[in-house]
């Protein structure tokens, strides 16, 4: 069932239509494992995923999430695996990452002064699966307000409605027959 964020974005994800019954202008977050690089070609030991634009076509747009399976504490090829199956909080730093990924897709940084537990935003912790709770396990209220204020995503106004000169008989025909024309057609179609 889709379920959608409490912010003016209007993303909702979606996880139980499978893919062929989705509609063309689904917009689709891909997810997959593999081995992130730094610009000169060596391994990136420090980033535990990035996301990555994908083709886009009109009303539709993708991007993957890459969860990097050579991230390593202290950032170098001889710290522990920052992914560890055998250890506490192994399923839930996915869905932290890929929560932190989504918002840096909606526009989101990093925030400038991070509390531990504050914002999916938040770098997470130099310690194996993010057990040391820098990053939330779900959206919190100041990633919402966040959202809120980009402007691609910030509630349009409502417009104030104007008071419209009071027609004349003879300057009503067009809408009188609109209003004809349609109930002539929905007699010719019962």
């Known amino acids: 069932m889709p379920t959608a964020n409490s912010n003016t974005s209007g993303v909702h994800y979606d996880t139980t239509t499978p893919p062929s019954a989705r509609p063309a202008t689904y917009n689709q977050i891909n997810v997959t494992f593999g ?24 009303g539709h747009q993708q991007a993957t999430i890459i969860f990097n399976t050579e991230s390593r504490i202290g950032s170098v090829a001889t710290g522990e695996l920052f992914f560890n199956p055998s250890q506490p909080g192994y399923a839930a730093i996915y869905r932290k990452l890929t929560e932190h990924e989504t918002g840096h897709g909606q526009g989101l940084d990093h925030p400038t002064d991070q509390q531990a537990g504050q914002s999916v935003m938040n770098v997470s912790g130099d310690c194996v699966n993010d057990v040391c709770g820098q990053m939330p396990d779900g959206i919190q209220p100041c990633d919402n307000a966040s959202v809120d204020q980009i402007p691609a995503y910030s509630p349009t106004a409502t417009p104030t409605p104007t008071a419209h000169p009071r027609l004349r008989r003879h300057q009503r025909p067009q809408m009188i027959h609109s209003v004809h024309s349609v109930s002539r057609l929905v007699r010719l179609i019962r």
């Open 35 to 58: 081995v992130l690089y730094n610009s000169d070609g060596s391994i990136n030991y420090n980033a535990n995923s990035t996301i990555a634009p994908g083709p886009n076509q009109p």
